[in-house]
């Protein structure tokens, strides 16, 4: 089984609607990235947490790290065309010690309809 | 910021023959290196961990005489696909990582699409 489930796998939305993806580890996350990622391109890194509770927000798209720190969703509001793409979280569920390491979710492909 | 490039960002080779991959630390020293592969519409699945002057460290089911990874400065980890075949065929991307280096964004190169015929 996925140590990262990462849900849903794709979601079609229409233009200005907002819309949540979710990230669940079985492990204590010791940090959760989340980034972007075109067909066939590198990863934009967009946000990183570490602490329960957390909350970090870059424009219209919202990040958080519940309090147990297992799970985090990333809210995008009023999403637009630019916003599709492939949504990854990827996780530090080794903690101390590690330089870096990261496990990843399946990927969320959103696509945006204008 | 910190940046890491990759090259070639795109190969193709015939089968049978190896193909090596340049991960380069531009701005900054990493210890370590990871390397990942990403098939069509998956995720990424942890390669290998490089480290500087030592042995890679390979995760289960990973071939090590088939993917060998040198790390043999702070800077440069190559990982070179022996003997290659169309399941090779994959998008390879490498992250920068080490003591000392910021977990904060972790730098992901922008990764090598290898194509075998």
């Known amino acids: 089984s996925q140590e990262l489930e990462q849900s849903p796998q794709s979601l079609i939305v229409q233009e200005g609607k907002n819309l949540t993806i979710n990230c669940t580890s079985s492990?204590?996350?010791?940090?959760l990235y989340w980034y972007k990622q075109k067909y066939g391109e590198g990863l934009i890194f967009l946000m990183m947490?570490?602490?329960?509770?957390e909350e970090k927000s870059h424009e219209k798209i919202t990040a958080k790290l519940d309090e147990k720190k297992q799970q985090s969703s990333l809210h995008i509001t009023a999403s637009q065309p630019s916003h599709a793409g492939i949504y990854l979280c990827?996780?530090?569920?080794f903690g101390s010690g590690n330089t870096g390491k990261l496990i990843f979710g399946q990927g969320t492909t959103l696509q945006v309809k204008p | 910021g910190a940046v890491v490039s990759q090259h070639p960002s795109r190969v193709i080779c015939k089968s049978g023959t190896s193909v090596k991959i340049e991960c380069r630390s531009l701005?900054?020293?990493?210890?370590?290196m990871f390397w990942y592969r990403q098939f069509p519409k998956q995720s990424l699945m942890l390669m290998a961990t490089?480290?500087?002057?030592?042995?890679?460290?390979?995760e289960q089911g990973v071939e090590k005489d088939k993917f060998l990874i040198n790390h043999a400065s702070l800077t440069l980890s190559t990982l070179t696909v022996t003997s290659a075949h169309p399941e090779d065929s994959s998008f390879y991307i490498c992250?920068?990582?080490?003591?000392?280096?910021?977990?904060?964004?972790?730098?992901f190169g922008p990764g090598t699409r290898l194509t075998v015929l």
């Open positions: 701005d900054f020293q990493a210890t370590t």
């Open positions: 992250s920068a990582g080490g003591q000392g280096v910021s977990t904060d964004t972790q730098y």
């Open positions: 990827g996780a530090d569920v």
């Open positions: 947490l570490q602490k329960g509770g």
């Open positions: 492990k204590t996350l010791y940090g």
């Open positions: 490089s480290n500087e002057g030592s042995k890679a460290t390979y």
